[in-house]
């Protein structure tokens, strides 16, 4: 029913945003009607009057006044109110044709009964055209029971509404399928209304992403930009770095080098200088030769640090005594406390247990507490004790000194904070920086342990720290009747790696920097695989060449082969004989002048400072002197100048720095190379500059061998290790220039 109900009433059409416009279309219709209508009735009428005799005029005349009347009031009706003048309309062309009947007296007018029900249908909708023509038909049918249309018969009538019937219905179906065309028209308007939405939708999006995307590559060409200032800047720092390096090494270990040297010289071959020393002397230079070898241990990890670029300081532990660095420590400052008239005395429990821990840190600590102790004590002394309580052995420094203020003591380990005033301070009194303190409560609690301060105002200040104990026990190794370079104490947690390779450098940076493992050093892969065997060790590193494959595939753990930044393996790249690096010992001097394929009577000693040429000719002469073996020494302080030298006489080695002022020693290598005359002469090269130094690039294979296989897992995290670890090539960082 509802959808007959629709379609009587064109609910297709009633819609709020074609109202406006469908309604126009009627009134423009409407309007049309009504004045054909009013000029159709008019040009009948006139022509009606002149076809007719005058005496017969009177009833067109007042169908006349009832036409114009009826025109005129719907006009009026029209100029107030739209719809009620459509019913208007159609009420008045009912009256006037039923009118045009009756005076006329014949059936022609009910032609036009059809017309009426079509314009209600076109004015309104079909239901209101069927109501005309049922209503039509009912005014006819009374007024011919009535009388004023008698002469209308019964079929007449039936004729007119059946013809008034017809007409709806086929103005109807015109109708619908106009509205059906006008819904279709509609829907495809409203799809074209969403569509084009939807597509300036779109083009909004499309607008936004490519503004977005201007925006990206404009951000990303400066990104590339700035990248590339980064990457040039990087660059700039990593060769700042290798300069600092390169510096660092020989301006600070050559004159180091001459300390160490010269006072281990004055107590080990006191001979070479022909008068003993005098007991005193002899204490005196023990003291700077321990506090310079501590120096250049300092010495050694900013360089370290520097060379890795980690910014992060690395502790090696080992297994130590704890009283044995206290005792060290209190020798180096012992003289500086009994100048100032004061007492240092040590108080250690007998039988204390080894500590793993970095022997230099600790003694660094304790030297820190010592100094400041003595720096701010003027009457009594200094107590150094060690106890252990529970799992803890405690290290205090006590002082007899002015104390430190309450309010102070939670500042004293703030960096650059200071506990005395410039008026407190005694006159030449030396203020420091304020980062010993600082310094050391980080070493400490770097090995697991805490520090604190307890002080009396006037009576005296106690630092202290703990550190944890481990027990360990000291295990000997051996490898049939060759014993290894070291001892080993195995500790829970600790991994084992065997070095097959003795370098005692290589070896210092190795421990440094593989956490959590003990290197065991030895010199031949057997000896490796027996320490490796004995010990459960994790791993064996070589990097001798050739391996014994043999003995490679008896492995009893994974066999690692690398290239290692060792001694050979700097003086094969430099085409030398050997490569000892500054701070050398006499033991090291000897040690490579026995690696010579023949002995040396002719030294030539190439190098810019004359303190360390004396240094080498002192070392020399005690060799000699050993020995009962002549050494002829000949020196130059330049490159050139040993040149001339060794044309003029050829030596059997050449010890040979490689910062020279003239020429770099690399390159008095590469003459010596090039002439036939000088190419077979040994060279030793003696620089400050470490083989672990600098942007080292090692050419060699990383190889893993074991011979049991490996598990996928294994395999997987190896391979994830690798490319975790390695870094692209620099070219590929590079941002592209267009």
Known sequence: ???????????????????????????????????FLAGSYLTWHWI????????????????????IGTVLLTYIIYRHHLRLAYWSFLVCSLIAITAATWLLQTPMPLLFYPLATLAAVVLLHPLAGLLVGA????????????????????ERLGEVGISSLLTTIVTWTLGRDMVIAVDWALRAYDQALRNAQDARDHRAKLVRALKQLDEAHYRLERANAALQLAWRAAEAAEQSRAEFVTNISHELRTPLNLIIGFSEMML????????PLPASYRGDLNAIYRSARHLLALTNDVLDLARVGTGRLVLTREPVAIAQVINDACDIVREYVIAKGLWLRTDIQPELPLLTLDRLRIRQVILNLLTNAARFTEHGGI????RREGDWVRVSVSDTGCGIAPDQLPKVFQEFHHTETEQERTPGQFAGFGLGLPLSKRLVELHGGQMGVESVVGQGTTFWFTLPTTMLDKVAITGGSDKLQQPVWPSTGERIVVLAGDDRGLVRVLQRYLHGCRLISTTTLHKAIAAATEFRATAILTDLTPVNERLANRCPV????????????????LGVADY???????????????RLTRPAHQILIVDDDPRFVRLLIRMLQALAAEQKHEYEVRCAYSARESLTMMQSQQPDVVLLDLKLPDLDGSEVIATMAANPKLSHIPVIVISAQDYIEGDVRLS???????????????????????????????????????
Not at 1 to 19: P, V
Not at 268 to 275: F, V
Not at 383 to 386: G, H
Not at 711 to 726: G, K, P, S, Y
């Open 268 to 275: 080990t071959s006191p001979e070479s200088y022909g008068e």
């Open 48 to 67: 009606s009057i002149v076809l007719v005799l005058p005496e017969q005029s009177a009833p067109y005349w007042l169908l006349f006044a009832i036409v």
């Open 700 to 738: 060699g294979t990383l190889a893993v061998t074991r011979t049991d296989g490996f598990r996928l897992e294994e395999l997987l995290n190896a391979v994830e290790a690798l490319l975790n670890t390695l870094e692209p090539p620099r070219q590929y960082l590079t941002a592209p220039t267009h």
């Open 135 to 154: 209503s039509a038909q009912l005014i006819l049918f009374l007024l011919q029971s009535t009388g004023p249309l008698g002469f209308l018969s019964l």
């Open 383 to 386: 107590t150094v004790a060690a």
């Open 580 to 594: 000892l690096v500054k701070p050398i010992t006499r033991a090291a001097l000897e040690a490579a002048l026995a």
């Open 558 to 573: 994974p066999l690692i082969r690398l290239p290692l930044p060792h001694r050979e393996h700097m003086a094969s790249a």
């Open 1 to 35: 029913m509802s959808s007959i109900w629709k379609a009587l009433t064109w609910q297709a059409l009633r819609r709020s945003d074609i109202d406006s416009e469908i309604e126009a279309l009627r009134k423009s219709t409407f309007q049309f009607l009504l004045w």
